[in-house]
Structures are given as structure tokens and as C-alpha cells.
């Protein structure tokens, strides 16, 4: 049963006024969760114009992250000049958020989006920029900061971010190590003196989905390196070097922190929040659904329309419309996701607290297509919705269910 070929006719008078919340995750490449949402509004209220549709972006500590916390809460974007991967200049948003507190996606500054495919290449791309944002971050005089590190292009273990905010790692001559995972190779110490005084008035949160340690079979290199650039036979290297770094970490501060869950998202910056900057890891969805006041949201609503762009298997491990569908069953309540594509069953989506799965790609519409035509066939996806929803009213009224 997918997407727009999922008709239902029912007598649309049958109850008014019904409460609608909408909160979908990004679809990647096509459409942010605010567009998505607003798309999937359009439907419902085609189908049903006295609904009261409520939109609350989310997100998982990836893509969309700070345009959840930022709408959310109420708080603003501001821009700042930072390096790319590379080391160009590019411009990065970052959110302001009430109450001194501010969210960076450090995919803004060190993301895959910045560099061509061919440009790929984790022995070079740095974290710097994530770094210059955090510092943009900190001259707002902000004493929480959100990072969400989804979608990165690097493998610096977090090196070029520390080095940013003041840390020098220096090779066995005494001079500065250059960028990305070939510098890394030839750290032999770590300076922390030169670090910036402000981060520690400051409490980091990381927003992760994954629970990578930084090294071995489940670490960094090995799951995502080749998502950045790398080939199967530089992951050992790879590996190798981000144990090399958590080896000289330890020597300088007495700490190891490669084990802990979450150290290897975003090619180990995860680590080196925890190891340079004294962040604690947190698993981005269920945080930022506690932001945004979700189980408010779920209190008021009759009905939950959550969704993302592709549902697998990793969906049903810390991504967002997993995360929703199980606060709304704490409240009895219908979800339905509107994807652009699954792979997992309908059984397993069952399970997991989802009672329909509608679909933009199948045998009738490519990935490119539906890429193409998220606005149109979010809206439809969005009309059949909120028709599954009154068919099943109208059948639970009349006893049937």
C-alpha cells in the first residue's frame, strides 16, 4: 500500500475539528522537516478544511536539528564565515535558542553536502569550521550548546574542532599536525593551554542516533569511512589512526573515552567532544523531543503524522519517527508515516508503533521522481492520511473495530 494510490472515500463531515499533529524529520535532499510538514498540512486540510493541524519539526541529532530546536523553541538563526571541510570559506547557520542556550549541526560547517563527490577524502577533510561555530556560538555569550553530528565528511576524531578552540597537537618535532586523518597519524603530544577559558562555563550536549565506539569492528572507520571518501583497503588505516589518537589522549589527560557510545559519530568527533571539550553524548531524538515538549503536543492531539525520507532498518534505532510513534502510543494515539521509501515490513512498523506506512517510491514512481515531487506527493500522501484517519473513526463509531 503506497502513497498516492491509497484512496479512501468517506463522508468528510463525519467528525470536525479534529486535531492533527504533524511532525516529520527531513526527507535528505528533497525537502527540510518544516517544508515536509507544511506539504503534508496541505493534504489534510484539502481533505478536511476545520482540522487543527499542529506542526512540530524534529529531528535526530542529524539534518534538521537546528531548525527543530529553532522552531520549536522559539529562537532565531545567526550566521557565521567558517572552513569547509577543505578548508574553504563557506557560511554556516547556527541557532540562538531562549535561556542562553544554542544548537550548531556540524554538518553546516564539516557536512558531505560541502564537497563534491570526487573531493571526498578523510585522510584530508578537518572539523575546523565545526569548531569556528562553536566559537560563534560562545562570543553569544550561550552556556548550553546542542551539537548535532550527522552527515559528516570527516575522520579527524574531532581534531580540527579542538584545534579551532585553542588545542595544539604537535608531531615529534614540536610542529602543528596538518588536517584530517594524515595529520593524526603523525600526533606524538597534546597542548591543552591554549584552550579557550569560555568552554568551561559552558555544558555541551551531543545529539547522536548511533552508538559507535570510536575503534574496531562497529568503530568509525570501519561503518561510515567509506561513506567519506575512503576504500576498503584505507579502512584499517583509518582505524588505526583514530586509535593512535585516543592513545595520545589518554596519555595527556588519564582518559579514555573511545569506548564510550557515541565516540565514533561524525568520524569521532563524538570523541572529541567528550575528550576536549567535556561534552556528554545523548541520544538526539529522545532529547530533542524533551526540547520541543513533544508529550504536550501528543496530550492535545487525536491523531500523529510523522515520517522521513527513507525507513530501514536503522530507523527502528534511534531515528525520529520510531522515537515519536512510541511516546504517542503512551497516549492511545493513531500514527500514520508518510515516507519516501521503507524497507522494513509493515509487521515490523506495527511493532515499532506505526499503524500505516505510506509510500512516495514504488513500482510507478522512481526515487528520482519522488526527489523530485516530494512538495506534490507529500500533499497526497498528507490527503490519504487524514482519510485512513475517519475511515477508521468511522469504523470504530459503527463498531466494526
Not at 279 to 294: A, F, N, Q
Amino acid at each position: 500500500m503506497g502513497g498516492r494510490y491509497f484512496k479512501v472515500e468517506v463522508d468528510l463531515n463525519t467528525k470536525t475539528s479534529l486535531r492533527i499533529l504533524i511532525a516529520m524529520d527531513s526527507f535528505k535532499g528533497s525537502a527540510t522537516s518544516l517544508e515536509v510538514a507544511t506539504y503534508v498540512k496541505a493534504g489534510v486540510l484539502t481533505v478536511q478544511a476545520d482540522a487543527q493541524v499542529t506542526i512540530v519539526p524534529v529531528a535526530d541529532g542529524g539534518e534538521g536539528t537546528a531548525e527543530a530546536l529553532v522552531t520549536g523553541l522559539g529562537g532565531r538563526f545567526e550566521w557565521a564565515t567558517v572552513r569547509d571541510p577543505l578548508g574553504k570559506p563557506v557560511t554556516a547557520k547556527y541557532g540562538i535558542l531562549p535561556g542562553n542556550q544554542a544548537v550548531i549541526e556540524m554538518a553546516a560547517a564539516s557536512g558531505l553536502t560541502l564537497i563534491a563527490d570526487c573531493d571526498r577524502d578523510p585522510f584530508k577533510t578537518s572539523t575546523f569550521g565545526t569548531g569556528q561555530l562553536i566559537l560563534a556560538a560562545l562570543e553569544r555569550g550561550v552556556r548550553q550548546l546542542f551539537v548535532g553530528v550527522g552527515g559528516s565528511a570527516t575522520h579527524d576524531g574531532g581534531v580540527g574542532m579542538a584545534q579551532a578552540l585553542g588545542v595544539s597537537f604537535r608531531d615529534q618535532y614540536g610542529r602543528e599536525i596538518g588536517p584530517g586523518a594524515a595529520g593524526i597519524a603523525e600526533l606524538d603530544s597534546i597542548d591543552f593551554e591554549g584552550l579557550d577559558p569560555r568552554l568551561r562555563e559552558v555544558e555541551i550536549t551531543v545529539l547522536t542516533d548511533v552508538n559507535n565506539p570510536l575503534c574496531g569492528g562497529t568503530g568509525a572507520a570501519r561503518i561510515f569511512g567509506m561513506q567519506k571518501g575512503a576504500s576498503p583497503e584505507d579502512l584499517g588505516k583509518l582505524d588505526h589512526i583514530l586509535s593512535h589518537l585516543a592513545d595520545v589522549v589518554d596519555q595527556s589527560t588519564g582518559k579514555d573515552f573511545s569506548n564510550t557510545p557515541g565516540a565514533g559519530a561524525a568520524g569521532g568527533l563524538g570523541f572529541g567532544l567528550l575528550a576536549f571539550c567535556g561534552s556528554k553524548i545523548e541520544p538526539g531524538v529522545e532529547t530533542i523531543l524533551d526540547l520541543v515538549r513533544m508529550d504536550e503536543h501528543l496530550k492535545m492531539a487525536d491523531c500523529v503524522i510523522t515520517g522521513e525520507g527513507r525507513m530501514d532498518n536503522q530507523s527502528l534505532y534511534g531515528k525520529a519517527p520510531v522515537g515519536i510513534a512510541a511516546r504517542a502510543k503512551k497516549y492511545g494515539l493513531p500514527v500514520i508515516a508518510i515516507v519516501g521509501s521503507r524497507e522494513i515490513s509493515l509487521d515490523e512498523a506495527s511493532k515499532a508503533g506505526i499503524d500505516l506506512v505510506l509510500e512516495f517510491v514504488n513500482e510507478l514512481v522512481s526515487l528520482k521522481q519522488a526527489m523530485e515531487n516530494t512538495p506534490t506527493l507529500a500533499q497526497l500522501a498528507g490527503e490519504d492520511a487524514i482519510k485512513a484517519y475517519l475511515l477508521s473513526f468511522i469504523s470504530r463509531l459503527s463498531g466494526e473495530i
